[in-house]
């Protein structure tokens, strides 16, 4: 077995260390469900008789435990292009369940809402915090112990991380995550982005505009740029929580039936009464977080999960922070360039030997940890592989030893950057990620003065009056958990990219989110503490000023300003709007725990 490496080591003892006495009293918990809740034996016969009365042909199996009974935890819309598929699932999933005599029932339905119809507008003030109303949702479902396994339907932004948090407490059961995949590629990335820059500086109109996304965004399956939903695929491979090689199939293909069918297979085999028991609260242990941030890095994944990752965590008793992304970053080199960080998207990627190529690389370089316990018989292992048909049986090979395009993947030993591209930049105005693999290195640095505002919209009128020509660094504050629900702020992305075009030194600076889906411009994000006071103590942001000079920096870690900020009163916030069921997220917004511990109100306040 290849050695591992020396900051892998030391980055997964420190996190073990550091977590000792709240793994432990998860573990604690898990054991004790697992006792009480061993087989649904302890209901009342009036109890059971309600839980198969709707369930047909399954109702004996299930009434008289002749097998496993799997709940289903679905996120299902078809409003959203990737939830679409799943439609259908539930159907084939008893199907399929039955062939191996297990039955399945749809345990409850979660929210799953898409964060590029809400972007910019009221509603992705709810994104966030969605994801704690998923992990509530699912609790919900599964908290009716009719259930010897979990099988997850979810691929998007906050629905996964969600979906991973309510499992978690639920741990004493084995878990599959089943994908749906993306959507076939559309238009080009290039001519998209050049599309929406010309739309920023008013070269073409609405029409042309929606036409260009509509290209893009065109039919079934996830969207395809390598954002938060295909990082969240890409971790759930690393986690060891999908069948192997499932994450990037193409929907409605029979392979993607085959994978669907074999996780159903799967999770039958490895529950408790079988001679294989694999539970979810085992398979995600220190060493299957650490995989997942090493994962994030080497594919230059959304910075979005700088804040999933520890709410992930924190629900399995697991502690990491930003520190543990830094150390990380330094030592996980960059080996797959994939839109926007590259010029080829997910499919592209996949195309190019995908998952199987990444994760046999980070083996055999001891950047991931191959001892981890997996849903996969074979463990980390077997996730080097892909899967193929042979006619109707599902088999896998080996990845492939070299890349099938280099433009997409390249081994460790030859990356396209020497590490993972994640940065953990502080000072005296909080601590930040900055994403460094979208971003020329000649940009890492920008001094300037600041321009500062409370708004996107805002920033988009002073752009539009020409107010913002010349070396400026953005500040976007109040816009953190606590404030607003630390909407997305991609309209930004444009405008400043128009601006970097010009010649001009700029970055951006805000307690607000960015994702995968961010752009060239260099920027420090998910700023904490955030600019809206906690406890009475108002975080640096929201003293600064219009002209204070500001210093980000990925190359020596910097977030700072040369003014004086200690004799300033802070700026007042922009009173909480209403509407878009805003207000319904109050209690959210009130308790919600910094950035870096995860934005969670319902993490927060239960201890975790």
Same mark, same amino acid.
């Given at each position: 077995?290849?050695?591992?490496?020396?900051?892998?080591?030391?980055?997964?003892?420190?996190?073990?260390?550091?977590?000792?006495?709240?793994?432990?009293?998860?573990?604690?918990?898990?054991?004790?469900?697992?006792?009480?809740?061993?087989?649904? =034996?302890? @209901?009342?016969?009036?109890? /059971?008789?309600?839980? &198969?009365?709707? *369930? +047909?042909?399954?109702?004996?199996? !299930?009434?008289?435990?002749?097998?496993?009974?799997?709940?289903?935890?679905?996120?299902?819309?078809?409003?959203?292009?990737?939830?679409?598929?799943?439609?259908?699932?539930?159907?084939?999933?008893?199907?399929?369940?039955?062939?191996?005599?297990?039955?399945?029932?749809?345990?409850?339905?979660?929210?799953?809402?898409?964060?590029?119809?809400?972007?910019?507008?009221?509603?992705?003030?709810?994104?966030?915090?969605?994801?704690?109303?998923?992990?509530?949702?699912?609790?919900?479902?599964?908290?009716?112990?009719?259930?010897?396994?979990?099988?997850?339907?979810?691929?998007?932004?906050?629905?996964?991380?969600?979906?991973?948090? =309510?499992? @978690?407490?639920?741990?004493? /059961?084995?878990?599959? &995550?089943?994908? *749906? +995949?993306?959507?076939?590629?559309? !238009?080009?990335?290039?001519?998209?982005?050049?599309?929406?820059?010309?739309?920023?500086?008013?070269?073409?109109?609405?029409?042309?505009?929606?036409?260009?996304?509509?290209?893009?965004?065109?039919?079934?399956?996830?969207?395809?740029?390598?954002?938060?939903?295909?990082?969240?695929?890409?971790?759930?491979?690393?986690?060891?929580?999908?069948?192997?090689?499932?994450?990037?199939?193409?929907?409605?293909?029979?392979?993607?039936?085959?994978?669907?069918?074999?996780?159903?297979?799967?999770?039958?085999?490895?529950?408790?009464?079988?001679?294989?028991?694999?539970?979810?609260?085992?398979?995600?242990?220190?060493?299957?977080?650490?995989?997942?941030?090493?994962?994030?890095?080497?594919?230059?994944?959304?910075?979005?999960?700088?804040?999933?990752?520890?709410?992930?965590?924190?629900?399995?008793?697991?502690?990491?922070?930003?520190?543990?992304?830094?150390?990380?970053?330094?030592?996980?080199?960059?080996?797959?360039?994939?839109?926007?960080?590259?010029?080829?998207?997910?499919?592209?990627?996949?195309?190019?030997?995908?998952?199987?190529?990444?994760?046999?690389?980070?083996?055999?370089?001891?950047?991931?940890?191959?001892?981890?316990?997996?849903?996969?018989?074979?463990?980390?292992?077997?996730?080097?592989?892909?899967?193929?048909?042979?006619?109707?049986?599902?088999?896998?090979?080996?990845?492939?030893?070299?890349?099938?395009?280099?433009?997409?993947?390249?081994?460790?030993?030859?990356?396209?950057?020497?590490?993972?591209?994640?940065?953990?930049?502080?000072?005296?105005?909080?601590?930040?990620?900055?994403?460094?693999?979208?971003?020329?290195?000649?940009?890492?640095?920008?001094?300037?003065?600041?321009?500062?505002?409370?708004?996107?919209?805002?920033?988009?009128?002073?752009?539009?009056?020409?107010?913002?020509?010349?070396?400026?660094?953005?500040?976007?504050?109040?816009?953190?958990?606590?404030?607003?629900?630390?909407?997305?702020?991609?309209?930004?992305?444009?405008?400043?990219?128009?601006?970097?075009?010009?010649?001009?030194?700029?970055?951006?600076?805000?307690?607000?989110?960015?994702?995968?889906?961010?752009?060239?411009?260099?920027?420090?994000?998910?700023?904490?503490?955030?600019?809206?006071?906690?406890?009475?103590?108002?975080?640096?942001?929201?003293?600064?000023?219009?002209?204070?000079?500001?210093?980000?920096?990925?190359?020596?870690?910097?977030?700072?300003?040369?003014?004086?900020?200690?004799?300033?009163?802070?700026?007042?916030?922009?009173?909480?709007?209403?509407?878009?069921?805003?207000?319904?997220?109050?209690?959210?917004?009130?308790?919600?725990?910094?950035?870096?511990?995860?934005?969670?109100?319902?993490?927060?306040?239960?201890?975790?």
């Amino acid at each position: 077995m290849t050695e591992l490496s020396p900051v892998v080591a030391r980055v997964t003892e420190r996190i073990v260390a550091r977590s000792r006495d709240s793994r432990a009293r998860y573990l604690d918990l898990i054991q004790r469900e697992s006792d009480a809740f061993s087989d649904r =034996g302890f @209901l009342s016969c009036s109890n /059971l008789a309600h839980g &198969f009365a709707a *369930a +047909g042909e399954d109702k004996a199996s !299930i009434a008289t435990q002749r097998g496993p009974n799997i709940g289903i935890v679905t996120a299902y819309n078809d409003m959203l292009s990737a939830h679409q598929p799943y439609g259908r699932y539930p159907e084939q999933m008893k199907l399929f369940a039955r062939e191996v005599g297990a039955t399945a029932q749809v345990a409850g339905g979660v929210a799953a809402m898409c964060d590029g119809v809400t972007q910019g507008f009221a509603g992705m003030e709810l994104s966030l915090f969605s994801r704690d109303a998923i992990a509530l949702s699912t609790a919900v479902a599964l908290s009716h112990a009719m259930f010897d396994g979990m099988a997850m339907l979810g691929i998007c932004d906050k629905i996964v991380p969600g979906l991973v948090i =309510g499992a @978690l407490r639920f741990g004493h /059961l084995p878990a599959v &995550f089943v994908p *749906a +995949g993306p959507m076939p590629s559309g !238009i080009s990335n290039k001519e998209k982005q050049k599309t929406r820059q010309l739309y920023a500086e008013g070269k073409v109109g609405r029409a042309e505009l929606l036409e260009s996304e509509s290209g893009s965004y065109h039919s079934p399956g996830t969207c395809t740029f390598y954002g938060t939903a295909n990082s969240n695929q890409m971790m759930m491979e690393m986690m060891g929580l999908h069948v192997p090689g499932s994450a990037f199939v193409n929907p409605g293909t029979p392979l993607r039936q085959a994978l669907t069918r074999a996780a159903v297979h799967r999770l039958a085999a490895i529950g408790r009464k079988g001679d294989d028991f694999r539970p979810m609260a085992h398979v995600v242990d220190e060493k299957a977080i650490v995989n997942a941030c090493v994962g994030l890095l080497a594919t230059g994944g959304s910075t979005n999960h700088a804040i999933h990752l520890p709410a992930m965590a924190r629900a399995a008793g697991i502690l990491i922070d930003w520190e543990d992304l830094d150390e990380l970053s330094g030592a996980v080199p960059l080996i797959a360039r994939v839109y926007p960080n590259g010029s080829g998207d997910v499919n592209h990627f996949h195309a190019a030997g995908g998952m199987g190529y990444v994760i046999r690389e980070l083996l055999g370089a001891g950047l991931a940890h191959g001892d981890i316990l997996t849903v996969a018989e074979g463990g980390m292992a077997d996730y080097a592989r892909e899967p193929h048909l042979e006619g109707d049986a599902l088999v896998w090979r080996d990845a492939p030893v070299v890349a099938r395009d280099e433009t997409m993947l390249r081994p460790v030993a030859t990356p396209f950057l020497p590490d993972g591209g994640m940065r953990l930049v502080q000072g005296n105005l909080g601590r930040a990620t900055f994403k460094t693999s979208a971003v020329d290195a000649q940009r890492w640095t920008i001094e300037a003065p600041a321009r500062v505002f409370d708004t996107q919209e805002a920033v988009a009128k002073a752009f539009a009056a020409g107010e913002l020509d010349r070396d400026v660094v953005v500040v976007v504050r109040f816009q953190g958990p606590r404030a607003n629900g630390m909407p997305e702020l991609h309209k930004l992305t444009p405008p400043l990219g128009v601006l970097q075009d010009r010649g001009h030194k700029v970055a951006l600076v805000t307690d607000g989110r960015m994702s995968g889906a961010s752009g060239k411009v260099p920027a420090a994000i998910h700023v904490t503490p955030e600019a809206l006071a906690k406890n009475g103590e108002w975080g640096p942001l929201a003293y600064l000023r219009d002209g204070d000079i500001v210093r980000l920096s990925a190359d020596d870690g910097t977030l700072s300003t040369t003014a004086d900020l200690s004799s300033r009163e802070p700026a007042q916030p922009p009173v909480p709007e209403l509407g878009m069921g805003r207000e319904l997220f109050a209690m959210f917004r009130a308790g919600a725990s910094g950035a870096e511990q995860g934005a969670s109100a319902m993490l927060e306040m239960a201890g975790l």
